[in-house]
């Protein structure tokens, strides 16, 4: 996941919603979303190469949703999955606060990521690339997440705020009016990337917020919100190389009591 645009507690009626861009190489195999027969509470896609997950929710309400960080610095290969941060919280019982603090001393095991969990009564953000930052709560407010720290103003997450902002403002909610918030295929001026070091070929390229660069791209966009009274809507489109869609995944559920 590269660009994950979230609410969290902005409007009374809806206290999570989610427009978010996976972006992976398209020959990794991958499985849409559904509701995995091993934990059937949980509504995520399936990486198949290590068996977890970039995004998902459950029927209680929980959240998770992870990102890389992009640091040529730092890229060395690390013995744990990262997808597997998404999916044990999904699958387990912890509150977002223990689940956190149960990973933290392990957390340089995994490659550079920022997590996102959550519940129905709170949402939490824990990185292990931007120093000795430990976990940390979210106040109510509109955030954007995407290959570095949460809320660092690059061109494609400040555009993805505003949209979002946009559509929040009418308080209907769609699943094709919240995917325009992570949509947008232009590429940001070079003067703006260059405001926050990003200065090379590859730089510009991944500057999209919908990346259609060949053999990598954003293979899926996700929307999702839950309303105040305990209903999840859900949508997962699918994409090929060259941005086509392929596949949609749609899901609405009353969520069980956490």
Known sequence: MCLV???HQYLP?????VAANRDEFHARATEPSHF???QPQVLAGRDLEQGGTWMGTTRTGRFAAITNVRDPARTAPAPRSRGALTLNFLAGEASPQAYLAEIEPQADQYALFNLVVGDQHSLWVFSNAHGNRGPEALAPGLYGLSNAALDTPWPKVKLGKSVLARSLGDQTLSHAE???????????RPEELANHGLTGEMDQTLSAQFITAGVYGTR?????WLTRGGVAHWCERSFDEVGRETGCVEECFRLDKA
């Open 5 to 7: 645009i979230f609410a």
């Open 13 to 17: 009626q809806y206290p999570l919603v």
């Open 36 to 38: 995995w027969s091993a």
């Open 178 to 188: 919240l995917a325009m918030a992570v949509h947008d295929r232009g590429l940001a």
């Open 220 to 224: 899926s966009t996700t929307t999702m």
